[in-house]
RNA sequence: UGGGUCGGCCGGGCGGCCGCGGCUCCACGUGAGUGGGGUCGAGGAAGGUCCGGGCUCCACAGGGCAGGGUGGUGGCCAACAGCCACCCGGGGCAACCCGCGGGAUCAGUGCCACAGAGAACAGACCGCCAGUCCCUCCGGGGACCGGUAAGGGUGAAACGGUGGUGCAAGAGACCACCAGUACGCCGGGCGACCGGCGUAGCUAGGCAAACCCCACCCGGAGCAAGAUCAGACAGGAUGCGUUCGAGGGCGGCCCGCCCGAGCAUCCGGGUAGAUCGCACCAGGCGGCCGGCAACGGUCGUCGCAGAUGGAUGGUCGCCCCUGCGUCAGCAGGACAGAACCCGGCCUACAGGCCGACCCACUCC
RNA sequence: GCCCCGGUAGCCCAACGGCAGAGGCGAUGCUCUCAAACAGCAUUCAGUGUGAGUUCGAAUCUCACCCGGGGCA
């Protein structure tokens, strides 16, 4: 699980996100990340958007749990990037009948690529 | 033993590790906060949003029309379109189930296609029968004018059913029994209604989930209600109006009441942050009492989510259930996630537990 | 939170409660042509979103559910 200062909370931040940053992709899930080197350095903001494409809100709500926990464990990747890092998970239909293992290792490889330099 | 009917309940359990949200306590810190401990943390439907209420605001919650809802009776409930019991009708051998179940003679209007002679105070197509006339192979046949609803055929439905008397042939024309209607009296029930007796005319189609009529109920909006605090900005043009009243409360209309000096359109500009509401009540559980029951009363006991990008997850072990299986094991375990709260209804649902009752067969 | 529409053939869409269903585009076949397009003729494709009810009879009326779309705050 992450904390409250780990989440996004706006629309405009999820906007910068998928607006502005890099991108990468799998078949369950894709991941939006931008930093900016000039802003002033905070804590690594995540947002999670899980649309009815995926299932009913039991299937969504856990799609969303697995993620945000998945994604603590990436948190140290982002805390290095210079400012401060904004991160966006958009979860496919697919994710609804993926396992957690699976969805990890989508999200870590889709992670390496957008944060590699 | 087999089949069936009804009601109630559960909705995997225990533990380890890593995490999340609320409340609270302790330590450190001027403070923002940091660290640690304790405790609570989704459902029977949280769902659909189909009803009812609480709560809040809208003049004081007022009248009429329109509109909407309900529709056997009695009770329960804060209230209801809910629940319980009973009545009536239908289904089932039965337990039991199903029913938007007021009014169509006694307000009025409308509809009943096709078929059929005729479809609503009906109707002579075939048929049956009398009379007159004509023909005749003396069996009868035809035409005209009448009588007739017993029979045929049509239809979802044809103006009581069966048997007899009667008649030229027939007919509730008359008789017996049966069905049904209305009225009166008696008896039972709080009531819907039921039972009995008598009389009447002998018989009156269906559809109101067609318009409608009758009885009863309903003011409007909704927690983005509403309240407090903080913060931002910039006004201008035109028209109407200031007790001769614009506009608003007010939602379809009218009346009435109240507020009332601004309002409408266009151009331009700004904000959308925090706190409260916000979780302790028609409350859950257990015992006793009243009641056929729904439910009510009383005593004891418990404290039970409160987020705001929105908290219950991840992982491992043992047990339970189901399926596969060369009995090592493998795979799976429903429907579904609170958003102001509560009472119902409806819908979805793997599997399991408990209780009552009915029918059939067998044994004692 | 409150409220309103719609669902009929592969597609677009009609249908006073009455023979169960009109039309267009399409598809198939034939004619025309050397071949095709165009044109003409014919045929095919529904059982009306699902389930119940009212009625003699339902796409139509009523109720519940499913799906799709839209509006207001």
Request: glycine share 8%.
């Amino acid at each position: 699980m992450l904390s409250t200062v780990n989440r996004l909370t706006d629309s405009d931040g999820f906007r910068r996100a998928v607006r502005s940053g890099r991108r990468a992709g799998s078949t369950t899930l894709v991941v939006h990340l931008a930093w900016d080197p000039d802003a002033d350095a905070g804590p690594p903001q995540v947002g999670f958007t899980v649309s009815k494409a995926v299932g009913n809100a039991v299937t969504r709500t856990r799609v969303k749990r697995r993620l945000r926990h998945l994604t603590r464990e990436h948190l140290p990747q982002l805390e290095a990037l210079p400012g401060r890092a904004a991160l966006v998970v958009r979860a496919l239909p697919a994710s609804a009948e993926a396992s957690y293992s699976a969805l990890g290792a989508d999200l870590g490889r889709t992670l390496e690529r957008v944060s590699r330099p």
